[in-house]
T-cell receptor, first 114, second 111 residues
Framework: AQKITQTQPGMFVQEKEAVTLDCTYDTSDQSYGLFWYKQPSSGEMIFLIYQGSYDEQNATEGRYSLNFQKARKSANLVISASQLGDSAMYFCAMRKRGSYIPTFGRGTSLIVHP | NAGVTQTPKFQVLKTGQSMTLQCAQDMNHNSMYWYRQDPGMGLRLIYYSASEGTTDKGEVPNGYNVSRLNKREFSLRLESAAPSQTSVYFC??????????FGSGTRLTVV
């Protein structure tokens, strides 16, 4: 069974600084996909970024990038130039290829200070 | 706007009451899911439907039933609500596992 671990229950960052949110996963599969979602205080789940296990480049979407280290089984989210609106819960998720069911981590709460 | 619509947004039930959470998507996705979110636990899968006409249990199915009424709609039923089912419920849909679109959630309190 696959498992997602987010070891940081809470993180604080100063506005305009970069922050890294950690995610490690445990799977015996070679082919899988990794996702990050943002959940602001309003409650909706917002898709941020996707990384396939065979993708040669680390995924980037605007200020979001995914630091993918396959050998270490880590998929850390990097947010550059943090904004106050980045304050939210962030969830890492994984699904193995051939399965349409993602498994989610427990989340990291990020607070951006002005 | 295209997306996943969940109703109701809020609900309070008494222990033993029943209710159905409704979910509809207009993106023509084959797969639909029901998750519950509890503090410190992330999202846990209750049931999913890989395609119209099929449903399967997830990690925490006890106390719930589902119906995939058609390709658009996937409902979650609590037959006899218990306080342990107090949670936020999310419906989601996807096409072949590439990106999951979530509804806005239902906050359920069982007293």
């Amino acid at each position: 069974a696959q498992k997602i671990t987010q070891t940081q229950p809470g993180m604080f960052v100063q506005e305009k600084e970069a922050v890294t949110l950690d995610c490690t996963y445990d799977t015996s599969d070679q082919s899988y996909g990794l996702f990050w979602y943002k959940q602001p205080s309003s409650g909706e789940m917002i898709f941020l970024i996707y990384q396939g296990s065979y993708d040669e480049q680390n995924a980037t979407e605007g200020r979001y990038s995914l630091n993918f280290q396959k050998a270490r089984k880590s998929a850390n989210l990097v947010i550059s130039a943090s904004q106050l609106g980045d304050s939210a819960m962030y969830f890492c998720a994984m699904r193995k290829r051939g399965s349409y069911i993602p498994t989610f981590g427990r989340g990291t709460s990020l607070i951006v200070h002005p | 706007n295209a997306g996943v619509t969940q109703t109701p947004k809020f609900q309070v039930l008494k222990t033993g009451q029943s209710m159905t959470l409704q979910c509809a998507q207009d993106m023509n996705h084959n797969s639909m899911y029901w998750y519950r979110q509890d503090p410190g636990m992330g999202l846990r899968l209750i049931y999913y439907s890989a395609s119209e006409g099929t449903t399967d249990k997830g990690e925490v199915p006890n106390g719930y039933n589902v119906s995939r009424l058609n390709k658009r709609e996937f409902s979650l039923r609590l037959e006899s609500a218990a306080p342990s089912q107090t949670s936020v419920y999310f419906c989601a849909s996807s096409e072949q596992g590439f990106g999951y679109t979530f509804g806005s959630g239902t906050r359920l309190t069982v007293v």
